[in-house]
Structure formats: structure tokens, C-alpha cells
């Protein structure tokens, strides 16, 4: 493995702290359904236990996956590129591509890089990217750059320093960091749509 190979799944691998916090968390909870599970199989007969039992299934799935979602999306977007054969491209690609948004996202000459994203896009299979934003009680807590390809799966490119809305004075700075990564892509692929959610 080269060290531009290395640099480059070490920048679009997932956060440590989501791996190392979210997955024993995501197993904890999943052994605790598991256990309801359990125990609602001792005794079938009473309704109750049967809703205890779907309950607890329905938990153990959605806790499961979310545990090693951040395994599946890395090793998904590996798949991908060998797939496609673009992995050995993309490599090469990324030792030249120029630093945007706080390093939150590198753009090379024919694809896309999302930092802790698993993010690896070639430009030409982007049809549409947006921006969205993430509330919490009319409260905007957080806000993503997002990416659908032609066969219509969402790629998150990276996470955006905007806490204001777009259109504030205040915010000029983060208008100007958005509008050039925005520039840039259109500059690679000028038939990306551009848009919100």
C-alpha cells in the first residue's frame, strides 16, 4: 500500500470517535433488545409479549446496523471503486486534488473526496448536490453538502461550517467557502443540478 493510498482512505475514512463510540454503543443497546427478545420468547401465549418481542427485533435491526454502519460505508465505497476500476485513478487523483471548506472536502481533477465521509465521487457520475441542513425544535444544529449519482444514492461530501442562514451578512465568509466548492464542481460537471433540502 502507497502512502497517497493510505493518505487518502485515512481522509475519507470515518471518524475514529464515530467507530470507537457509536459501534460499542449501537452493540450495547442491541444486547439489551436481544435480551428482551429473550424473554419475550419464554412466554408467546400472552399478547404482551408478543409486542415486547417485535419491539425488541425491530430495535435489535436498527441498532445492529447503525453499530457497524461505519464499517459497511468504508468497505461499500472500496467496493465501489474496484467495481468500477477507478481505484487506482481515484488514488492518483487524490495526491493532487486542492483543499476546500477547512479541509472538509478535496477536489481533484475527476473526483470528489468527503473528509469522514466515505465519500470517493467521480464528477461525471454527480446529477445533483444540495445542501442539507439538520433541526432540532426550528433550531439548525448542523449542515451537510450531499451529492445524488446517476443511479440515485445520496453521498454525503462533507460537513459545512455554516451556522447561519445563507443569505445573512453575517455570514459571508461561509457563503464564500460554499460557493467556491459549488464553483468547482460546476466547473468539472456543468450539468449538476444545484439545490436544497
Known amino acids: 500500500m502507497t502512502n497517497t493510498e493510505k493518505e487518502m482512505l485515512h481522509y475519507v475514512r470515518s471518524s475514529l470517535l464515530e467507530r470507537l463510540l457509536l459501534t460499542p454503543f449501537g452493540i ?18 400472552n399478547a404482551s409479549n408478543i409486542v415486547c418481542l417485535i419491539f425488541a427485533l425491530l430495535g435489535l435491526l436498527l441498532f445492529g446496523s447503525a453499530a ?30 486542492a483543499s476546500f471548506s477547512n479541509d472538509s472536502i478535496r477536489l481533484g481533477n475527476k473526483f470528489v473526496f468527503g473528509k469522514k465521509c466515505c465519500t470517493v465521487l467521480r464528477y461525471t457520475d454527480i446529477c445533483r448536490v444540495y445542501q442539507y441542513i439538520r433541526k432540532v425544535n426550528f433550531i439548525e444544529r448542523n449542515r451537510w453538502l450531499k451529492a445524488v449519482d446517476k443511479d440515485g444514492e445520496t453521498w454525503t461530501l462533507c460537513k459545512l461550517d455554516i451556522h447561519l442562514p445563507l443569505n445573512t451578512k453575517n455570514n459571508t465568509i461561509a457563503d464564500k467557502q460554499l460557493l467556491d466548492i459549488l464553483n468547482f464542481l460546476l466547473y468539472k460537471n456543468n450539468s449538476i443540478a444545484i439545490g436544497y433540502k
Open 68 to 97: 457497524f454502519a461505519p464499517f459497511t460505508m468504508y468497505r461499500a465505497m472500496i467496493k465501489f471503486l474496484k467495481r468500477n476500476n477507478i481505484y487506482d485513478e481515484a488514488i492518483s487523483d487524490f495526491s493532487t486534488a
Open 28 to 45: 450495547g443497546i442491541s444486547v439489551f433488545f436481544l435480551y428482551l427478545a429473550s424473554m419475550a420468547l419464554r412466554d408467546l401465549s
